[in-house]
Structure formats: C-alpha cells, structure tokens
C-alpha cells in the first residue's frame, strides 16, 4: 500500500516534470512579487532573480535525473 502512494509522488515522464517547473516557477515569481514589494530597487530585484534562478537550477537537475533514471532502466532491462 506504501508503495502504490508513493508512487503518486514519483516524476515519471518529461511532462510531469515541465508541469512541476511550471508550478515551481509560479511560485517563485510570486514570491519574487512580494519581494519587490517589501524591498523596492535593487535588493527587490536581487531576490527577485535569486527566486527564479533556483527554479532554473531546479528544472535542470530534474529534467537531468529523468535522463538518468531511463539509462539506468534500459540497462537492466538490457541485462
């Protein structure tokens, strides 16, 4: 039973993971959003940039492990 809910939160193709960074980096413009209201100029914008630079660098090590992860899939099943 563990197993199939866990399988729930697993990426498994390339669409589920753009969805994810989609949603990511919504979130992360949000929070940019705040940020230049709370700090106005440039310190806004810095964090701004931070928020959506993580999302990039998240995006990338994700699209990278499901490259990964079939490599390794048609190895095994290679033998």
Not at 3 to 26: G, H, M, N, P, Q
Not at 34 to 43: D, I, R
Request: proline share 1%.
């Amino acid at each position: 039973m563990l197993r199939k809910v866990s399988r729930l939160f697993t990426i498994k193709t390339r669409v589920e993971a753009f969805l994810i960074i989609y949603a990511l980096a919504l979130g992360a413009c949000t929070r940019g959003a705040h940020y230049l209201e709370q700090f106005p100029g440039t310190g806004g914008w810095l964090l701004f940039l931070a928020c959506t630079g993580a999302v990039f660098i998240a995006g990338a090590k994700i699209l990278d492990c499901l490259k990964y992860e079939r490599a390794e899939r048609e190895a095994v099943a290679e033998g």
